[in-house]
């Protein structure tokens, strides 16, 4: 019974793992952009169901409601205010998929060097509480410099937003 | 140890069954009643010729809805179409796992059951999108446009509006927030928050006055414009138990949830209590459904950005500073 639990669990692991590897294809290849986000919403889903299977029920709940929730659902407000879907999708531009390559390549070979030298340990060993309260009270004291900057990165990118907008209504008026 | 994971699976089979099996039921009684009481308000009848007053005419509509041909649309993008209404049902059903029916009544006891359930309801908006904008039809794609600009607008307020709640409680867990409400319900405590609450769950849930994504005069039926058959019975059946969930999360945040009212039970248990609270709060947004018109979009916007916004924050911080000094 327990190796038979134990195997689910190996399953549904590599299941999840493979919709987040799909949805990460999708949201790349397709030249349709709304297939472009959808696969984004499942890769970032398949993401937080990896948090789930880290033992982290609040971290993956989190991911759905502000990456899926919050994140992709402005994505799609950004396609909708710009041009039309109906329209031919331009070609895509040698230089931009070499520069987009060269720049993702670059993330993963930082990502995988720092994953690398990483000495990991068990989560038993850590042995430290990570309960909502422990996270809460982390992100209000010892990391609170942090929150406060990733909030203002938010701002900017509001503002920015709203300039932009502006921006392309005098262009069209 | 071997047992009780049999248990445990055997737990979460019946559950689902049975929340299948509610869902649609509840569905059905529902519509039923939405035509009564559109029809009593307009001074009419409703249905009466199937069964009693008409109580098996939703069965008949149900079972006409299932034998209907799927039409998919020639310029349709097929596969976006297909998966839109498997995907609006989804976050339907696991917003059953963690509603407290009763005190032990609980597929899972979660502690951060309140966050689950909105976390896995913007999955919904998604689906809407999808499908709206893969039958490639304009009123489609518009109705999908609006309710994703709507469903941005109306869930800040609302999520704020919880956040109030769940300071006081200082819990995630719907059972712990129930439990706080023995003597006195938050709605007395909170009612600038229950009102955000209520008023963000309809305009969440699509119904009038704030149904714009499906308004029948401009947009024919809106993002399902292009739907036929089972598939069209999905989003329908989605928006009905929708309505249930935000009137069982109401009941449970603001109305007290299986308590009788000021600790009161009159010898009635729990669930009775709960059922009760929530079907009252579906006819009252059915009442308001058939007695307030149509808002227009940018009422609408203005309405939640400059009006609701405002309001559930002040709420929020006028909260916080009397749990803190008080």
């Keep these: ?173 | 140890m071997g047992s009780e994971m049999a248990s445990d699976w055997i737990r979460i089979i019946v559950g689902l069954i049975i929340v299948l099996a509610f869902s649609q039921l509840n569905a059905l009684f529902l519509v039923w009643l939405e035509r009564k009481v559109a029809g009593h308000i307009q001074l009419r009848y409703g249905p009466m010729e199937v069964g009693p007053h008409g109580i098996l005419q939703t069965i008949a509509d149900g079972i006409k809805l299932v034998g209907k041909e799927l039409i998919t649309p020639l310029s349709a993008d097929w596969k976006l179409f297909v998966i839109a209404p498997v995907l609006v049902f989804m976050p339907v059903l696991v917003a059953f796992l963690v509603l407290p029916f009763d005190e032990n009544l609980v597929i899972r006891d979660m502690n951060l059951g309140v966050l689950l359930i909105f976390a896995f309801s913007t999955l919904s908006v998604l689906a809407i999108l999808a499908g709206g904008w893969a039958a490639n039809n304009k009123y489609a794609l518009l109705g999908a446009i609006r309710s994703v600009a709507q469903n941005v607008a109306y869930e800040i307020p609302l999520l704020l509006a919880v956040l109030s709640v769940a300071l006081m409680t200082q819990s995630l867990r719907f059972s712990e927030i129930v439990a706080a409400q023995c003597r006195v319900w938050f709605i007395f405590l909170q009612p600038v928050a229950g009102l955000i609450f209520l008023i963000c769950a309809t305009a969440e849930t699509n119904r009038a006055p704030f149904d714009i994504p499906e308004a029948e005069s401009e947009l024919i039926a809106g993002f399902h414009t292009e739907y036929s058959g089972m598939r069209f019975g999905l989003f329908f059946l989605a928006e009905y138990t929708n309505m249930f969930i935000v009137s069982a999360v109401a009941t449970a945040l603001f109305f007290g949830g299986w308590h009788g009212p000021f600790g009161f039970s009159f010898g009635l248990p729990g669930i009775v209590w709960f059922l009760l609270k929530v079907y009252i709060l579906l006819f009252v947004i059915m009442w308001v459904r058939w007695t307030f018109p149509r808002v227009r979009f940018d009422q609408l916007m203005n309405f939640s950005w400059k009006v609701m916004l405002p309001l559930s924050l002040l709420n929020l911080i006028v909260t916080a500073a009397v749990l803190k000094f008080i």
Excluded at chain 1, 15 to 39: D, H, K, M, Q, S
Excluded at chain 1, 122 to 135: K, L
Aim: glycine share 8%; aromatic share 10%; net charge positive.
């Design chain 1, 1 to 173: 019974m327990n190796f038979m639990t134990e195997a689910m669990a190996q399953a549904a692991f590599w299941i999840v793992v493979g919709l987040t590897l799909a949805g990460a294809v999708i949201a790349v290849f397709p030249r349709n952009i709304v297939y472009n986000v959808l696969g984004l919403v499942l890769a970032l889903t398949g993401v937080a169901g990896l948090y789930v299977f880290l033992g982290s029920m609040f971290i993956g709940l989190m991911q759905l409601l502000i990456y899926v929730g919050a994140i992709c659902v402005a994505i799609v407000f950004a396609i909708m205010l710009s041009r039309p879907l109906h329209l031919e999708v331009p070609q895509r531009k040698l230089p931009k998929v070499l520069l987009a390559a060269m720049a993702s390549c670059l993330f993963a070979i930082a990502l995988i060097g720092v994953s690398l030298r990483t000495a990991w340990k068990p989560a038993a060993e850590r042995g430290t509480d990570w309960s909502v309260a422990t996270i809460g009270e982390l992100l209000l004291t010892r990391y609170d410099l942090v929150f406060e900057v990733i909030s203002l990165v938010l701002l900017v990118a509001i503002l920015g937003a709203i300039v932009t907008a502006g921006f392309s209504r005098r262009l069209t008026s």
